[in-house]
């Protein structure tokens, strides 16, 4: 007997909508279930990792998985919530990019086992591509009438917006090629539900549509909300850009730190739809958090968990180590065991200077290092006041007026970090 797979997702708040009897369906025997990601990048980035987390769920509930990588599709672009059409991509790098998400995807499911519900990644340019258009029209567009594709939120949205371009034609008919995929999957591999996000309700219910008048059977659908911030921001936005799994993209400090930084009610939210916590240690986690909210135990656990799913245990210990640099105790050695794009993250935003490396390799002496050279400090006296007051730091170490900064002082063969006080970080960045 399968798990209770709809009751998990509604008490973790990742259950927006699901057709009558979806539930029933689901504890009656093994079903599968699919969800469409969009292959137009190289990388999945947190907006996809709800309906990863879905397909998780349903994979531990007893069921089988099938994560579909839109290769047609992303050769249309998806209307729902979007303004403008998206760039067409070519083969290649679809077939570049499906490869790079069931990486990132194996991470939360079992593709390679030999269990009867092991995940399948499945690609609709598989099915699509040899579909020509007079077939289509008359096998699969007969069957839904323009009436009907019109009336989804999704078109009307697009028609009645002020967008000059207004809705091609291709992107009318995306609907159609999704639905097809939900009929598709459940003819050749008994697919019987489809998920997606709340903004998908309308794709997905044209395909259980096309399962009942073609298939002459019956398809489920369910979504789950769309996630947002509770300031009113887009949720997995930053000013750098989307968070991605890549760490290529988004390092697993910079990873790290999103989490670690969301508000208590985002925080308490978060946890339940990013984690496999149990429920009654995330109530025992709330419930510490409200004792002590400073200590932010719910955004430490958040970021330590999810960061260690997708990435690593050893990747989330240099982000620790990466965050001390600025709010704990570190030494030089610390600095030094970073990564370049780790350190540029930690130290983003920090003033700069250059400094030559006919500079370095003949050593710069501290004055000119604080003062003339970068404008760190405002002059030699005020450098030489400073370190008598033994305010000044080079790579996180106290140093005096005769200290000379050398090519042994570098971290990355590139930069010298300069520290006046606690809080007040320069840094010195050699080039050629």
């Known amino acids: 007997m399968a798990l209770d797979f709809v009751a998990e997702l509604e008490w973790r708040g990742m259950l927006h909508d699901a057709m009558p009897g979806t539930s029933e369906h689901l504890l009656s025997e093994m079903q599968s279930a699919y969800v469409g990601i969009d292959p137009t990048a190289d990388s999945l980035h947190i907006g996809h990792l709800v309906g990863v987390m879905m397909l998780r769920h349903f994979q531990l509930a007893g069921h089988k ?11 249309i672009g998806d209307p729902s919530g979007k303004s403008a059409e998206r760039n067409l991509l070519d083969e290649a790098t679809l ?24 995940a399948v990644l499945v690609n609709n340019y598989d099915w699509m591509k040899d579909f020509s258009f007079l077939d289509f029209i008359r096998d699969v567009g007969k069957h839904i009438t323009v009436n009907y594709m019109m009336a989804k939120d999704s078109v009307k949205k697009r028609l009645s917006s002020d967008a000059k371009e207004g809705m091609s034609f291709t ?3 995306y609907q159609l090629v999704q639905g097809y995929d939900f009929l598709y999957l459940y003819q050749n591999y008994n697919c019987t539900l489809q998920m997606g996000g709340s903004d998908q309700w309308g794709n997905i219910t044209t395909g259980t549509e096309l399962i009942r008048r073609i298939g002459g059977g019956k398809g489920y659908a369910l979504t ?5 911030k509770a300031d009113g921001s887009k949720f997995g936005k930053t000013e750098a850009g989307n968070i991605w ?8 400090y910079r990873f790290y730190q999103y989490w670690l930084n969301t508000s208590d009610e985002d925080a308490e939210k978060y946890i339940k739809i990013f984690t496999f916590i149990t429920r009654e240690e995330i109530e025992a986690l709330v419930k510490e958090h409200c004792e002590a909210p400073h200590l932010r ?32 105790k570190s030494t030089s050695d610390d600095l030094k065991k970073i990564d370049e794009q780790t350190f540029l993250d930690v130290f983003d935003g920090v003033p700069q200077a250059i400094v030559s490396k006919e500079d370095v390799v003949n050593g710069l002496d501290i004055i000119s290092a604080l003062s003339a050279k970068t404008g760190f400090l405002n002059s030699n006296g005020e450098a030489r006041r400073e370190l008598k007051q033994n305010s000044i730091s080079v790579n996180k170490e106290k140093v005096v007026e005769s200290r000379v900064i050398t090519t042994a002082d570098l971290i990355n063969d590139r930069f010298v970090l300069l520290q006046r006080g606690k809080k007040n970080y320069f840094l010195l960045v050699m080039e050629d």
């Open 65 to 75: 998985p099938y994560a579909l990588v839109g290769g047609a599709t992303g050769m």
């Open 95 to 118: 077939k570049k990019n499906q490869e790079a998400l069931k990486s990132q995807l194996s991470r939360f499911l079992d593709f390679e086992s030999d269990a009867k519900n092991a």
């Open 171 to 173: 992107e009318f008919t």
């Open 224 to 228: 789950c909300p769309l996630i947002t």
């Open 245 to 252: 799994l890549d760490k290529n993209r988004t390092s697993p």
């Open 297 to 328: 135990v719910l955004q430490k656990r958040l970021a330590k968990e999810i960061t260690v799913m997708v990435h690593s245990e050893e990747d989330l210990n240099r982000a620790l180590a990466a965050s001390n640099i600025l709010f704990g």
